[in-house]
């Protein structure tokens, strides 16, 4: 009895307006104190259409459906719908009566409707209609359409979110978590021009949001020729399309329909999603409308060729999206070049779907080898490229390789235009930009790399104009030289500091340089006054006996004085590890995790750690037996098999022996010991290497999984009659809904506040089962200005 | 497009480089660079086995090209005399012009002026007469 008499006063209290000023005089005296405290007891939600309405005809959303249909009605005929998808179909099939005295319906295919007007285009409105309600469900089609009727100002665009209005009425399912981002975002429409003689696609994942430094070079090479063309990078699009539909229509990670999720960070250098042949048939079936739209436009525009870039990370689609083209238009001729096609016989394996491929650098063969084919002709037997119409005994020539990297100068902005630093950032607005200064590396010794080309640079001042160009933009001032040996020429890389200081340009900026006795703290300071902030000497080994086995050619001097120079100067030097290397001991293992822990000063943060990879084009791959490898297997049979590196399983080495086992060990040792010392692990990619290990599979292996028979069959039969991907998470009914002026926030109902609320009849519970119980809601409405 | 082979002995030269920028100058993308002198560090030149790989992979470079430009220089020392030697046979075998330059005409090192900028209009010209004319046959 006391207890309902102390709530039936709290209850006035609050009802009062007095309840609420003092409640906003407390947030506004410790607004930090109380958004942490916000915080704490619930989060910011939105509501989600496409969760809202799974279109199954459930009882809840039949409800939502309802809601909406009398808002439409309400108007009469001042209002249109814009039909394109489903939603249209099932608000018709479910609300017609509802729906009969609106105006009527904008389809771009003018289908018919029943005692409805029906009109192609938003200019054909009459006068009269001055709301069209966006009948999609879709985050991003529903702003593509905003963005449509915006351009008429005389209409007013409605779309379901109008259900925010009744957040208890709702299926629960329809609220996810908010987070900040930059959508919406004004994404280009996909429109390939008709005519062309090349297309040059480059689609996703390209590790991080940056303008393509490998499609710059041959869109330039293809400018030069003066074919006609267009390139299209899809990379930052889909990037986009998969944020905002995982943000903005699902508030969680998108599941294949194997039941594999697609992580938040999808594009981040360490996922493994785009790598494992595993996932691409369900990957293709999550990209489906867009794999569709892509090749049925370039079904439409009918270039003479299609070109394009391929690396690991995009085999999965460049690969169906070629097999699907000669399927339906024989006579396009399919061009590839990029990272997979390094060497002749990587390329091969890697990307067999080819009619021509162009290996390593193509900045000089790109364009003559399309104008020859545009010409009419099937050019065969040229150096640099391999074709399927080169006569059976012609032996692979190198190309020329690019000598002059001034002339070839940078990245493009050209590709997208004005819209490039729209696209090329992260869904949190972040933008960087990678701007190579060489090309190959100057040693090119390291007995396990495979980055050993010739070593070119350009020049500083061009390279710092270069700089300048793209700030110009508006672009953000963070760089990275994502090149093999950036200080490959120390003496650029001192002149290149003096100018962008000379011309006191403000960026900050990131590379990987070579270890070298020569640099001082007054070098390292240069480079911190001209906006270094960090520094990766790819220094793989810590050992004096590991160091001669990786053929560094530096000395654990040298390796302690660069670091410690560069943290005087006030830079962050990153380190990372090869380790289960030929000839390598316990010792080491354990020398290398006490001069790391002990010398933590200089080596605040392992940037990586890999364990010994035996791949193409290293030192170990041409002449294992020197140094003490061994195969499980005819080694001739595994090099044919295995022609980009081999599994770690199926190599050892001797004196001391290691094999795989003897690898995950030491790498779960040095992890261990690491994570015990607090050492800066700074890579998720160190846990995605290590997961590797433990899981049995590692790149290499996963490259192995492509040729898999049955997968080649199943990737084959890859067609485009998959049912379309969807996403409906169960709802879990263990929170309290409160609407706060035009946002939804949602707390845990185990928090005290809450619990309170709830009794006190200030919010509720959203469960069906609550629902049915009480139709009486309330909600507490603070002024918007808090 | 001029496909080039300038001849080299796998070490970056002064005289390799003024010829490229020389060449640049005249063409710019118009050329093509067969002569890539960098080989792989793990090959000893010295080593006879390494060495008749490097004979394959020069065999290599010249056989696109259809104009090979002879640096006499390179005969000044034995490493450089036995790639230039190698070149020239192979160019012969391949029936590929070679176009010798003696790099003195063309420069003023003597004067301390940057390599780059002593070529003058005078003597690029005689340079892209002597290709012209070798390209026409």
């Known amino acids: 009895m006391r207890d309902f008499k102390g709530k039936d006063l709290l209850r006035s209290f609050i009802n009062s307006s007095a309840f609420l000023k003092s409640w906003v005089k407390l947030i506004r005296s410790a607004n930090s104190i109380v958004k942490a405290r916000v915080g704490d007891m619930g989060e910011a939600v939105t509501f989600s259409p496409y969760l809202c ?4 005809g459930d009882k809840r959303e039949l409800n939502a459906l309802n809601l909406i249909a009398k808002e439409i009605q309400a108007l009469g005929n001042s209002v249109a719908i814009y039909r394109d998808g489903p939603f249209f179909d099932f608000i018709m099939g479910n609300q017609k009566a509802q729906l009969s005295n609106i105006w009527g319906v904008v389809d771009s295919k003018k289908r018919l409707v029943e005692h409805l007007n029906v009109v192609e285009s938003l200019a054909e409105l009459p006068e009269c209609v001055k709301h069209i309600f966006i009948c999609e469900t879709r985050y991003e089609d529903i702003e593509n359409k905003k963005l449509l009727v915006d351009q008429h100002q005389r209409l007013e665009a409605l779309t379901p979110n109008l259900l925010i209005k009744y957040p208890e009425q709702v299926p629960t399912r329809s609220w996810i978590k908010t987070t900040k981002s930059i959508y919406p975002i004004n994404l280009p429409l996909l429109q390939i021009k008709s005519g062309l003689d090349i297309l040059l696609l480059d689609l996703p994942a390209r590790a991080g949001q940056q303008p393509s430094v490998g499609t710059s070079y041959i869109y330039k090479a293809l400018q030069r020729e003066g074919v006609s063309s ?27 329909s194997n039941g594999v999720s697609i992580s938040e960070d999808a594009w981040g250098y360490n ?15 999550y990209f489906q409308q867009d794999i569709s739209e892509l090749l049925n436009g370039i079904s439409a525009a009918n270039p003479k060729i299609v070109a394009f870039s391929v690396h690991a990370r995009n085999e999965w689609i460049t690969r169906h999206l070629a097999r699907q083209l000669k399927k339906i238009k024989p006579e396009i001729i399919i061009l590839v070049g990029g990272h997979s096609c390094y060497t002749e016989h990587f390329g091969k394996g890697a990307f067999p779907e080819y009619d021509y491929m162009l290996i390593g650098e193509a900045d000089s063969t790109v364009g003559p080898i399309v104008r020859e084919i545009c010409d009419g002709y099937k050019p065969k037997n040229r150096p640099g490229v391999i074709s399927i119409f080169d006569d059976k005994d ?41 701007l190579p200064l060489t090309r190959g590396c100057v040693w090119s010794r390291c007995t396990f790399c495979a980055e050993r080309f010739s070593f070119r640079t350009r020049s500083s001042s061009l390279y710092v104009d270069e700089i300048e160009t793209v700030l110009a933009t508006g672009r953000a001032n963070e760089f990275n030289a994502s090149d093999s040996d950036f200080g490959g020429r120390p003496e650029v890389l001192i002149e290149l500091c003096e100018e962008i200081i000379r011309r006191d340009i403000k960026v900050r900026f990131t590379g990987q340089i070579r270890l070298n006795k020569n640099f001082d703290v007054n070098f390292f300071k240069l480079m911190k006054r001209a906006g270094l902030h960090s520094l990766n000497f790819g220094s793989d080994a810590f050992t004096e006996n590991t160091i001669r086995l990786q053929q560094k050619g530096y000395s654990i001097e040298t390796l302690i004085q660069n ?45 990586n750690i890999n364990a010994a990879l035996l791949v193409q084009n290293s030192v170990w791959w041409f002449e294992p037996e020197k140094y003490g490898i061994g195969f499980f297997g005819d080694k001739e049979d595994i090099y044919r098999k295995y022609y980009f590196g081999v599994p ?23 992890l261990s010991s690491l994570e015990k010392a607090d050492v800066g692990l700074a890579s998720k990619e160190i846990y995605s290497n290590f997961n590797d290990m433990l899981g049995g599979v590692g790149h290499l292996d996963y490259r192995e999984l492509s040729l898999d028979e049955s997968l080649i069959k199943w990737h084959l039969s890859a067609d485009d009659s998959k049912t379309k991907y969807s996403y409906y998470p169960e709802t879990e009914n263990k929170f309290t809904y409160i609407k706060f002026k035009n946002q939804v926030m949602r707390f845990d109902q185990s928090n005290a506040i809450s619990r309170l609320l709830l009794d006190m009849g200030l919010s509720h519970w959203v469960t069906d089962e609550q629902k049915q119980k009480s139709k009486k809601y309330n909600y507490i409405n603070i002024r918007s200005d808090v | 497009m001029f496909e080039i082979f300038i001849t080299h002995d796998w070490r970056e030269s002064d005289n390799y480089n003024l010829i490229v920028k020389s060449i640049d100058q005249l063409f710019e993308f118009g050329w093509r660079n067969y002569s890539n002198f960098w080989h792989d560090p793990r090959l000893r030149i010295t080593n006879q086995g390494d060495a008749s790989i490097l004979e394959s992979i020069m065999h290599e470079q010249i056989l696109p090209a259809r104009l090979v430009i002879e ?27 070679v176009l010798r330059i003696n790099i003195d005409d063309y420069t003023e090192k003597d004067k301390g002026v940057n390599y780059a900028e002593c070529i003058d209009e005078k003597k690029l010209e005689k340079l892209r007469k002597s290709i012209l004319e070798i390209y026409a046959g």
Not at chain 1, 271 to 285: A, G, M, N, Q
């Open chain 1, 394 to 434: 012609f032996k692979y020539l190198p190309g020329p390789t690019p000598h002059n990297l001034d002339m070839l100068g940078g990245i493009t902005f050209e590709v997208w235009g004005d819209k490039t630093n729209l696209l090329y950032q992260t869904y949190e607005g972040e933008q960087s930009t990678a």
């Open chain 1, 563 to 607: 670091h410690r120079d560069c943290v005087v100067a006030g830079l962050t030097p990153v380190v990372n590890m090869v380790i289960g290397v030929p000839g390598e001991s316990e010792k080491d293992i354990d020398e290398t995790i006490e001069l790391i822990v002990k010398r933590r000063d200089c080596f605040p943060i392992v940037n």
């Open chain 1, 271 to 285: 996922d493994r999603t785009w790598v494992d042949p595993r996932l691409w048939p369900y990957l293709i079936e």
């Open chain 1, 648 to 670: 770690s399983r199926l190599w050892y080495s001797t004196g001391p022996y290691i094999d795989k086992a003897v690898r995950a060990t030491r790498f779960k040792r040095i």
């Open chain 1, 53 to 56: 309405f799974k279109m199954d």
């Open chain 1, 230 to 256: 267009q390139t299209i990078d899809l990379d930052p699009v889909w990037y986009h399309k998969f944020h905002m539909h995982r943000l903005k229509d699902l508030g969680g990670e998108p599941m294949l």
């Open chain 2, 71 to 97: 640096l006499p220089h390179l005969s000044k020392d034995s490493r450089g005399k036995k790639w230039l030697e190698y070149s020239l046979a192979v160019a012969r075998e391949l029936e590929i012009p």
